[in-house]
């Protein structure tokens, strides 16, 4: 699956230009000796936390502005707060109604706000993003789980910085004790996997849930750079329902990932198209993007 960093597509299919790009800012990270230097601190869990207490910092209330300004951030959406901090900002609530969850019984929706892409999974659970292959178990370090998901579904939605920054359940089900995988904090930006194969590498936390239809689904956060945390709030064994608040994450760009088995996942026909010509599709948390 090779995806266009320049541009995306909307649901209605029109095609536009992607917001904010820093792809020459990435690449002169992770080509340069002097970049590689830098880039060392950066992906390391110490740069996160330092990121999150400046952030946290009362005084960080003044970079909000500026960062509403440079990324056309409207609030239109959201409910009018004073803001304590700039992760007080970035955590913001959107208002009732505005994020509506696809009602329909074997619906699946997206988990959050940002970009999807959609591809199939090989039956040696081998897939391909920008280049890069992976293998279901590189995703979750577990063998037996993984071999679940030949010929199955891999689900991408990419955050953005200016993305609202919470995530839902895609599916109802009974889900599993989190699962948290240590790892670094490389950027989301596809432009980075021409370099290092940043879904196995970077932190993250995955839940198994047993859908209505008997399926094995996984649902998982991936940190990312300048990602503080991420915060689920139940990490314990329990029942969920589609369109439960599941998350959130700290700064940063950030990215959500679905895995579904072979025979357990029909994706809408525009994100499969998109997705086979490159484009990433827009898409909001609630919105349907496929049925079981």
Request: proline residues 3%.
């Amino acid at each position: 699956m090779e995806i266009r960093t320049d541009c995306c597509k909307e649901r209605s299919g029109r095609v536009v230009k992607n917001k904010s790009l820093s792809e020459n800012f990435l690449r002169t990270l992770y080509t340069t000796a002097a970049g590689r230097m830098v880039l060392g601190f950066i992906n390391s869990g110490g740069f996160s936390k330092l990121t999150r207490i400046l952030l946290d910092n009362p005084l960080s209330v003044l970079a909000i502005d500026p960062f509403i300004k440079h990324n056309g951030i409207s609030l239109c959406d959201y409910v009018p707060a004073r803001y304590v901090s700039f992760n007080d900002f970035f955590i913001r609530e959107i208002l009732p109604g505005k994020r509506p969850v696809e009602t329909d019984a074997d619906s699946i929706v997206s988990p959050a706000d940002g970009k999807i892409s959609v591809c199939r999974i090989g039956k040696k659970t081998r897939f391909t993003i920008k280049n890069s292959e992976y293998t279901v178990y590189s995703l979750l370090r577990d063998r037996k789980l993984a071999d679940k998901f030949k010929n199955g579904w891999f689900v991408l939605v990419r955050l953005s910085v200016d993305d609202f920054h919470h995530y839902i359940y895609s599916v109802s089900g009974v889900k599993s004790k989190d699962r948290r995988l240590k790892g670094f904090y490389h950027s989301v930006n596809p432009v980075v996997s021409d370099y290092v194969r940043v879904y196995k590498e970077n932190s993250r936390s995955y839940s198994v849930i047993t859908a209505p239809n008997g399926e094995t689904v996984i649902q998982m956060e991936v940190g990312a750079m300048g990602v503080g945390k991420i915060c689920n709030r139940c990490p314990e064994e329990s029942d969920v329902k589609k369109g439960e608040r599941k998350g959130h994450f700290e700064f940063g760009g950030s990215s959500v990932i679905l895995l579904f088995q072979d025979g357990g996942f029909v994706p809408d026909r525009d994100l499969v198209i998109n997705s086979d010509e490159g484009y990433e599709t827009k898409v909001k948390m609630g919105e349907k993007i496929g049925r079981l």
